[in-house]
């Protein structure tokens, strides 16, 4: 049975970010910088660091170069429709 850590429960730290970081991201992933970015949220295009430093998102895929980080009005529909139904 696999553990999880608790990321809800509260702000984590730039120590705790890298090291799930290192422990979880897909290996050819790390080849893009040389010290992980203890990334804490997104809006938009915009990254922020547990720092509050602000990062313009030139990493990001397809759904986040299309609709950007948290998107408003995507996450409004998205939590409509899990409390609707979640899985078929």
Request: charged share 25%; hydrophobic share 35%.
């Amino acid at each position: 049975m696999a553990t999880t850590t608790p990321i809800a429960a509260g702000k984590m730290t730039r120590e705790e970010i890298i090291r799930m970081q290192k422990e979880y991201i897909f290996p050819a992933i790390s080849t893009y910088f040389s010290e992980p970015l203890p990334l804490e949220r997104g809006h938009m295009e915009h990254l922020w660091d547990v720092d509050g430093k602000k990062y313009l998102d030139f990493f990001g895929g397809i759904v986040t170069v299309s609709l950007g980080h948290c998107n408003p009005r995507v996450t409004e529909k998205t939590k409509a429709q899990i409390d609707k139904l979640q899985h078929v």
